[in-house]
């Protein structure tokens, strides 16, 4: 090949080389979805329900956070949030594999796991928490906590009382597993929530009995999100806010308020 071809050839592979690092370089740099958020994912065994609630200052994210199936469990996935892991975890968990399990499979070959926050639990009330180790200043502060078939987890808090209180309104609350989740989410609001704000909240439900969502509630581009969504849910009249002691739909007490 003559000098000046070499030349061309040499020129033309430093640029494609040059414009795939660049590429590279920049699908790497792009930001992903951060759903800043805190939410409370919880099964009931006796009754075959599952259920998360959820609020955020992030658009829609009672419909990317979290996910439930009756007969399998639930999962949040936030902070840098993968909503396509939802499906993917569900039938994991159908399948028998326990949540931290479920967690670490997930995590393997993932880059920015510890940007991640993630809960999963299972029928049996099984449950398992990651939390975004490398999240930066703006997301602080994060925590999680678990109990007796619930997980309490959030990022971008005000403070440590977030999560406390709504793992102790839970646990204190009478009524169905929705009326629990309500009112944990109700707490968690008004202990500070999302440091920059409301925005968005969701509620949803399943039992072993049905496929698909037993109940859903979402509000969005609001600025009292949980409050709107308390609100929604006391109007609501729907079986699953029955419970033994008052099954005809009406409104339950709330011990833990």
């Known amino acids: 090949m003559k000098p000046f071809l070499q030349l061309a050839v040499i020129l033309l592979w430093v640029g494609w080389a040059n414009a795939v690092?660049?590429?590279?370089?920049?699908?790497?740099?792009?930001p992903s979805e951060?759903?800043?958020?805190f939410s409370i994912l919880a099964v009931d065994p006796e009754t075959g329900t599952v259920g998360m609630a959820v609020a955020s200052k992030y658009p829609a994210v009672g419909k990317v956070v979290g996910f439930v199936r009756?007969?399998?469990?639930?999962?949040c996935t936030q902070h840098h949030h993968v909503p396509s892991w939802g499906p993917t975890a569900?039938?994991?968990?159908?399948?028998?594999t326990a949540p931290d399990q479920v967690i670490a499979d997930l995590l393997r070959d993932d880059p920015d796991r510890e940007l991640r926050q993630l809960a999963v639990i299972d029928m049996q009330g099984r449950a398992a928490v990651h939390n975004p180790t490398a999240a930066p200043r703006s997301s602080r502060y994060w925590a999680a906590m678990t109990g007796r078939f619930y997980c309490c987890q959030g990022n971008t808090?005000?403070?440590?009382e977030v999560v406390t209180e709504m793992a102790r309104v839970y646990e204190e609350t009478d009524g169905s597993l929705a009326d629990r989740l309500m009112a944990a989410l109700t707490a968690a609001d008004r202990a500070g929530g999302d440091?920059?704000?409301?925005l968005a909240a969701g509620l949803r439900i399943a039992?072993?009995?049905d496929?698909?969502?037993?109940?859903?509630l979402q509000v969005d581009n609001s600025d009292d999100a949980v409050s709107d969504l308390a609100k929604e849910y006391a109007e609501l009249v729907h079986p699953a806010k029955e419970t033994p002691a008052n099954c005809d739909g009406s409104e339950v007490v709330n011990s833990g308020n």
């Open 157 to 160: 808090l005000v403070g440590r």
């Open 211 to 216: 496929p698909g969502l037993w109940l859903e």
């Open 195 to 198: 440091h920059r704000g409301r």
């Open 70 to 75: 009756g007969d399998a469990g639930g999962i």
């Open 21 to 30: 690092v660049g590429y590279r370089a920049t699908v790497a740099a792009e």
């Open 90 to 96: 569900l039938e994991s968990l159908a399948q028998g």
């Open 34 to 37: 951060l759903s800043a958020t």
């Open 207 to 209: 039992r072993d009995a």
